[in-house]
């Protein structure tokens, strides 16, 4: 079983729909998640970071979390052509040795016009 | 503010020569890594430091690659000799301090062909 795991997509949406991007992971102890947007041939850029239950809103960005379930997902409403991109999801447990960041494979999403 | 420099930004070797890499975190963060991300795949962790501290390097292979931040601010990773396997992008970042929450940023990446 893969730490994190996304589904590769490509997931496709129309202009002005809602893209909902999913995320799960296995550690029962992971503390903080991210979503990051990697255009291609880009480094990733962080849009949202969510640390407990529930939904954190930026925007047109809504990060949600159900620690319960292992389960992350990102909403994208009015979605864009320019919101075209692989996003990754990373999931971080802290210990002592360290803030172990893990990344899934990310989901790619094409909006189309 | 002035992000994460990486230099270069391409750099192409042959199979058993070396090469290095340089990173330049934003400014006060203490934290800096190395990922390495292939194509297709999400980034993975090479090596963590805290201030000239390594934190983590579980997953470097130390037979070949190595990495220092001698002052605490930049730092340079370095593959002696290299391998196909490793052409890749390799992506430096760094936050604020170690702990969770902190955010990591992540800088341009230097894209690794090895022939």
């Known amino acids: 079983q893969k730490e994190v795991e996304q589904n590769s997509g490509p997931l496709s949406v129309p202009e002005g729909a809602i893209a909902s991007l999913n995320c799960t992971y296995s550690?029962?102890?992971?503390?903080?998640f991210f979503w990051y947007r990697q255009y291609s041939g880009k480094s990733p850029e962080l849009i949202m970071s969510?640390?407990?239950?529930g939904d954190k809103e930026d925007g047109r960005f809504t990060a949600q979390l159900n620690k319960a379930s292992q389960y992350v997902s990102l909403l994208i409403r009015d979605s864009q052509p320019s919101d075209s991109a692989t996003y990754l999801c990373?999931?971080?447990?802290?210990?002592?040795?360290?803030?172990?960041?893990?990344f899934g494979t990310g989901t790619q999403l094409k909006v189309e016009l | 503010e002035a992000g994460v420099a990486q230099s270069p930004r391409y750099k192409i070797i042959e199979k058993r020569q070396s090469v290095a890499f340089w990173c330049n975190p934003i400014s006060g963060h203490a934290t800096l890594y190395w990922y390495q991300q292939i194509l297709g795949q999400g980034p993975k962790l090479l090596i963590q430091?805290?201030?000239?501290?390594?934190?983590?390097d579980s997953q470097l292979p130390k037979d070949r690659f190595s990495a220092e931040r001698l002052k605490g601010v930049d730092s340079t990773l370095k593959i002696q000799p290299a391998k196909l396997e490793d052409s890749a992008v390799y992506l430096c970042?760094?936050?604020?301090?170690?702990?969770?929450?902190?955010?990591?940023?992540f800088g341009p990446g230097t894209r690794l062909t090895v022939t």
């Open positions: 970042a760094s936050s604020l301090v170690l702990g969770q929450g902190y955010e990591q940023y």
């Open positions: 550690d029962r102890g992971s503390q903080s």
């Open positions: 990373a999931v971080v447990k802290f210990t002592g040795g360290g803030n172990k960041l893990t």
């Open positions: 430091f805290q201030n000239n501290g390594v934190v983590d």
């Open positions: 969510i640390y407990s239950n």
